[in-house]
């Protein structure tokens, strides 16, 4: 079975200072990941995706994410914050062993930028 | 490009009333679609996956018969929440995949409709 775990469900930081969220992931099989991002009221946008090329996936408005097999995660970062950053993201993991492509959704973390 | 439409965006209805929610695809074609319901503060649960042209596929749980999904095109799946309840309550969203097969394609979501049952 696969999922996927979101160490915080609360993050807050200054606008300008570093973003770090947390993801593990479990997977029998060479998974996929995504990071996907949901502001108030609104659909989800993708950020971006890891699909077995290179380890360090970059993605839209400066975040990036690393594939760390051996520690099983996969951790959206952005060197500095700003405050339309403030949503919800979601880490999500999906395929492998035949599976139709469905997608299992994190708990998500809730990112407060501060002024 | 990749636009997927909601509609409504919000709805509110009596207890005992159907309810449907479109869901398109703007500017692709898309042989499965996805939806979704997400409770406040919580995550998006799958619900069921809409394939054009044939029944759906849902996932364990979820009531066929109360909630009816028809892929009838390849932009365009709905989803009937039928009699509906306070508990059915909820923000539903839709996704759609484009077609070209394999676990690393890319869902691109809906804005979500907010349903409410009084």
């Known amino acids: 079975a696969q999922s996927v775990t979101q160490l915080d469900s609360h993050v807050s930081v200054s606008e300008g200072t570093p973003v770090l969220l947390r993801c593990n992931y479990s997977?029998?099989?060479?998974?996929?990941l995504f990071w996907y991002v949901q502001h108030p009221n609104k659909g989800l946008q993708l950020l971006l995706k890891y699909t077995s090329a290179a380890t360090l996936v970059k993605g839209i408005n400066g975040f990036e994410a690393e594939f760390k097999k051996s520690e099983t995660s996969f951790h959206l970062t952005k060197p500095s914050a700003h405050m339309s950053d403030a949503a919800e993201y979601f880490c999500v993991v999906s395929g492998g062993g035949g599976a139709t492509n469905k997608l299992i959704f994190g708990t998500g973390t809730l990112l407060a930028v501060q002024p | 490009g990749a636009v997927v439409s909601q509609h409504p965006s919000r709805v509110i209805c009596k207890s005992g009333t159907s309810v449907k929610i479109e869901c398109r695809s703007l500017?692709?074609?898309?042989?499965?679609m996805f939806w979704y319901r997400q409770f406040p503060k919580q995550s998006l649960m799958l619900m069921a996956t809409s394939n054009e042209g044939s029944k759906a596929t849902y996932e364990q749980g979820v009531e066929k018969d109360k909630f009816l999904i028809n892929h009838a095109s390849l932009t365009l799946s709905t989803l009937t929440v039928t009699s509906a309840h306070p508990e059915d309550s909820s923000f539903y969203i839709c996704?759609?995949?484009?077609?070209?097969?394999?676990?690393?394609?890319?869902?691109?979501f809906g804005p979500g409709t907010r349903l409410t049952v009084l």
């Open positions: 500017d692709f074609q898309a042989t499965t």
């Open positions: 996704s759609a995949r484009v077609t070209s097969g394999g676990p690393t394609d890319t869902q691109y």
């Open positions: 997977s029998s099989y060479s998974p996929s």
